[in-house]
């Protein structure tokens, strides 16, 4: 077997969205995230990647295969910020679907919460 034969990094990570332009613009004016990618593809389809500023992974908001379903799901992305309490309220202030307060467990877990982009799909925020 090669020593080349191995992974490098994680890519992205793909959350099947139906509404592209609403979806991005949520990732990139509320949440702060830049468009990386956006090029057309198949019939008629939209690959879109968002990434963090100064950050190697995306996540690729793209049409959900013909037939699945998208929206609502548990996408087991997790954000890291270092200022929790100023991250809730904001995204709260601008009518981001948050849960109702901050989790705090207790060490190690760390405080945390969950929100809703506009199709659904669950995040998870940690500091």
Same mark, same amino acid.
């Given at each position: 077997?090669?020593?080349?034969?191995?992974?490098?990094?994680?890519?992205?990570?793909?959350?099947?969205v139906?509404?592209q332009?609403?979806?991005?613009?949520?990732?990139?004016?509320?949440?702060?995230?830049?468009?990386?990618?956006?090029? *057309?593809? /198949?019939?008629?389809?939209?690959?879109? %990647?968002v =990434?963090?500023?100064? @950050?190697?992974?995306? #996540?690729?908001?793209?049409?959900? *295969?013909? /037939?699945?379903?998208?929206?609502k799901? %548990?996408? =087991?992305?997790?954000? @890291?910020t270092?200022? #929790?309490?100023?991250?809730?309220?904001?995204?709260?202030?601008?009518?981001?679907?948050?849960?109702?307060?901050?989790?705090?467990?207790?060490?190690?877990?760390p405080?945390?919460?969950?929100?809703?982009?506009?199709?659904?799909?669950?995040?998870?925020?940690?500091?």
């Amino acid at each position: 077997m090669s020593s080349t034969a191995h992974v490098n990094k994680i890519a992205n990570v793909v959350i099947p969205v139906t509404d592209q332009a609403r979806v991005v613009a949520f990732y990139v004016d509320t949440l702060g995230f830049d468009k990386r990618v956006d090029e *057309p593809f /198949g019939d008629n389809y939209r690959w879109i %990647e968002v =990434g963090l500023p100064d @950050q190697e992974t995306t #996540i690729a908001l793209a049409p959900p *295969p013909p /037939g699945a379903p998208a929206g609502k799901r %548990e996408t =087991g992305v997790t954000l @890291q910020t270092d200022d #929790i309490e100023a991250y809730y309220a904001r995204l709260k202030s601008s009518g981001v679907d948050v849960d109702a307060e901050i989790m705090r467990m207790g060490g190690p877990v760390p405080p945390m919460f969950w929100f809703r982009d506009p199709e659904g799909n669950t995040l998870l925020v940690v500091q």
